[in-house]
Nanobody
Framework: VQLQACGGGVVQAGGSLRLSCAAS????????TAWFRQAQGKERDFVAS???????HYTDSVKGRFTISRDHTKNTVYLHMSDLKLEDTAVYYC??????????????????WGQGTLVTVSS
């Protein structure tokens, strides 16, 4: 599976962005798709996931502001981000894997990664 992420950019605090991650080589069905982010000098952190069952999970800091969605016809996963805050600034990565529910926030359990797209939130 090859993942191509895009949609990052510079946005003012309170603004919105939509990230996209298109997969080639294998459909998403049966896999969990997720977004992680890594701020400069920090570890890669879980943001959101969309499991093959259709359930979605979010880290607490983005609940109510971010929405993960998936289009099976386009084999693409999206991250809709609104009310962006300065602390959302990071490189965002999409990932695909089959982690168990209790470990879905662990990046080591995802097999495929996109190249990352930078989101910069300015004041």
């Amino acid at each position: 599976v090859q993942l191509q992420a895009c949609g990052g950019g510079v946005v003012q605090a309170g603004g919105s962005l939509r990230l996209s991650c298109a997969a080639s080589g294998r459909p998403f069905s049966g896999y969990t798709t997720a977004w992680f982010r890594q701020a400069q000098g920090k570890e890669r952190d879980f943001v959101a996931s969309f499991r093959s069952t259709g359930t979605r999970h979010y880290t607490d800091s983005v609940k109510g502001r971010f929405t993960i969605s998936r289009d099976h016809t386009k084999n693409t996963v999206y991250l809709h981000m609104s009310d962006l805050k300065l602390e959302d600034t990071a490189v965002y990565y999409c990932a695909v894997g089959r982690p168990i529910l209790s470990s879905m926030t662990d990046p080591a359990l995802y097999h495929y990664w996109g190249q990352g797209t930078l989101v910069t939130v300015s004041s």
